[in-house]
């Protein structure tokens, strides 16, 4: 089992920035891919990026690419998706995710094992 516990949350005005964070504990996720999404109300959980632990490989979705940038630090078991230039449109719970082991970078919801609680982010216009 893999506990993850998201924090960083909170309310920002347009254009702001928020970083958050994604702690790790219980089985080793080196093998893992560990994943950030985001539900708005009314809305389907969405894809935002992916990392594999282990290094390199990355993605984001269309919508974040060039505002948002996902990065781990291995010593604090810990994700991070550092969040730049928000929008009003990235008003919504976001969830940390982690899959594996695997060998893709999965962007769909259930292709995911273990997910945190989620931390609520609210962008004003």
């Known amino acids: 089992q893999v506990q993850l516990v998201e924090s960083g949350g909170g309310l920002v005005q347009a254009g702001g920035s928020l970083r958050l964070s994604c702690a790790a504990s219980g089985r080793t996720v080196s093998r893992f891919v560990m994943g950030w999404f985001r539900q708005a109300p009314g809305k389907e959980r969405e894809f935002v990026a992916a990392k594999r632990w282990s290094g390199g490989s990355t993605s984001y979705a269309d919508s974040v690419k060039g505002r948002f940038t996902i990065s781990r630090d291995i010593i604090k078991d810990t994700v991070y998706l550092e969040m730049n230039s928000l929008k009003p449109e990235d008003t919504a719970v976001y969830y940390c995710?982690?899959?594996?082991?695997?060998?893709?970078?999965?962007?769909?919801?259930?292709?995911?094992?273990?997910w945190g609680q989620g931390t609520q982010v609210t962008v004003s216009s």
């Open positions: 995710a982690a899959a594996g082991p695997i060998a893709t970078i999965p962007s769909r919801p259930h292709e995911y094992d273990y």
